[in-house]
């Protein structure tokens, strides 16, 4: 199965107050545009709040695109969770993704890539709650991570953890 949501403009968005999942058995696609909003507000300790590329043989893709656009989880966002497996996260364009964590390529044989590109567009990853900031890349599949053009990458000077296994800057 296919399919995709789109959320764009400003004063446009989707909040969600439980685990989500883009991608989970099929192929799933979330484009945020045009300061479009995405607001997950599920922040249970050590629980995934979004999922990108859930089951095998899914692929899931997030793209926050724009400057206004903005991808929010108060919890951990996982790209590429079980074996064959497939996710990637774009931010462009003075996009924002705000998150508790980020762990890519979760399972052996899943595969993972971010991309931060652009003046303005920035991963950032803050504690809340009672759950700790962390940032693996690639924990036991393959993943990639590329921040270019002016991205950035913003992590809580207390973050726990940051394993990266391959990027480039």
Known sequence: SNGTVTIDGAGS?????VPSSIGQIG?????????????STFGIANQSAVSIGTAGAANGAVTVAGVGSQFS????????????????LTITGGGLV???????????????NVL?????????L??????QTFMYIGRLGTAQLDVTAGGKIL???????????SFNV
């Open 73 to 88: 989880a108060k919890g951990i966002v996982l790209l590429s969770v079980d074996p064959g497996a497939a996710g990637a």
């Open 13 to 17: 968005s989707i909040q969600v107050a």
């Open 126 to 131: 803050s504690s809340f709650s009672n759950q």
């Open 155 to 165: 992590m809580d000077p207390t973050a726990a953890n940051v394993s990266l296994t």
């Open 116 to 124: 931060v590109s652009g003046a303005g567009s920035t991963l950032h």
């Open 98 to 112: 705000d998150a508790v964590a980020l762990q890519t390529a979760f399972s052996r044989r899943t595969s993972a």
């Open 27 to 39: 192929t799933g696609s979330l484009q945020i545009t045009g300061g479009g909003k995405f607001i």
